[in-house]
């Protein structure tokens, strides 16, 4: 399988932890096209360029349209471990040392692709990146918050086998007129299951996503939750409680959640005390990948090297790993 190569920065980068990434986001066009031609799938593009050329949006749902849409090339358990081991070779080039990774198992259920193969073909990419990429991982599992909860209910009985494997569940896809107390009954049940839990909230949606995510699903971490700002004692509880954030700049521009980078409220967030980490979203689509963001931002905002530490101490803080593994990355960070 030709993958691509990966795009290594020119400078030495910062151990990091990646914590916002969705796996499927991470389907660059070449691959997208030679899992196609592997599995006779026509895509309604001629070529990589064309493809590339869609790549524009105006907001969550236009980009989510294609990203579903283009999915349909990943039908077998190879597929979904080609798919995860691209990511993890681009991932090392990025100082990414340890990552926690999304996959949406009704986008693929949905096409008749069963969720063992979906998390078999990514297990075996996962269990093999220390030994091949020198990175460790966890797995997370989101709902499909535009589907029904009665949906997130049947997935999360039919992942019941597969547990071990995974560390978490989530809830992504379009979030206004979608809110996280849609899905209470199923977060309990995962919590009962011993998984941590995190949700995209106040990307698109409103401040009060993010306190329903805290107080109905009890989430160890926001996703994005870039719009807490416009409500002060949600940053104050938020800041008290230490719930981190995996804020998603690149993401954040591409999808015109702010109109500009320069304008991103990352900084006005870490002088609120907030614990911000830095990642990736969908890489493959929003135009870079952990150090590609922590570059970007950097440059757009102005950012010093002691707040870039911050913000890759902060990635490891806000993971899920165990107090060693950590100990032992923060110390990697320090003496950088
Ligand atoms: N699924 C993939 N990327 C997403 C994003 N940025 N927001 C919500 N759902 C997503
Ligand atoms: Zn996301």
Known sequence: MPSNSPSAPAHRPLPKAELHLHIEGTLEPGLAFALAERNGVTLPYATEDDLRRAYSFSDLQSFLNLYYALMAVLRTEDDFADLADAYLARAKEQGVRHAEIFFDPQAHTARGVPIGTVVRGLSRALDA??????????????????????????????????????????????????????????????????????????????????????????????????????????????????????????????????????????????????????????????????????????????????????????????????????AAYLKELDTF
């Not at 409220?265 to 870079?288: C, E, I, K, Q, R």
């Open 129 to 326: 990146a220390e030994e091949n990429h020198g990175i460790t991982t966890r797995l997370i599992m989101c709902f499909l918050r535009d589907e029904s909860a009665d949906s997130a209910l049947e997935t999360f009985e039919a992942a019941r086998p597969y547990l071990d494997r995974i560390t978490a569940v989530g809830l992504d896809s379009a979030e206004v007129g979608h809110p996280p107390s849609k899905f209470r009954e199923v977060y309990e049940l995962a919590r009962q299951a011993g998984l941590k839990c995190v949700a995209h909230a106040g990307e698109e949606g409103p401040a009060a996503y993010v306190w329903e995510a805290l107080d109905l699903l009890g989430v160890d971490r926001i996703d994005h939750g870039v719009r807490c700002l416009e409500d002060e004692r949600l940053v104050a509880r938020l800041v008290a409680d230490r719930v981190p954030l995996t804020v998603c700049p690149l993401s954040n521009v591409r999808l015109r959640v702010v109109d500009d980078l320069a304008d991103h409220p990352l900084p006005a967030m870490l002088d609120a005390g907030l614990l911000v980490t830095v990642n990736s979203d969908d890489p493959a689509y929003f135009g870079g990948y952990a150090d590609d963001n922590f570059t970007a931002v950097r440059d757009a905002l102005g950012l010093d090297e002691e707040t870039l530490r911050t913000l890759a101490r902060n990635s490891f803080l806000a993971s899920f790993l165990d107090e060693e593994t950590r």
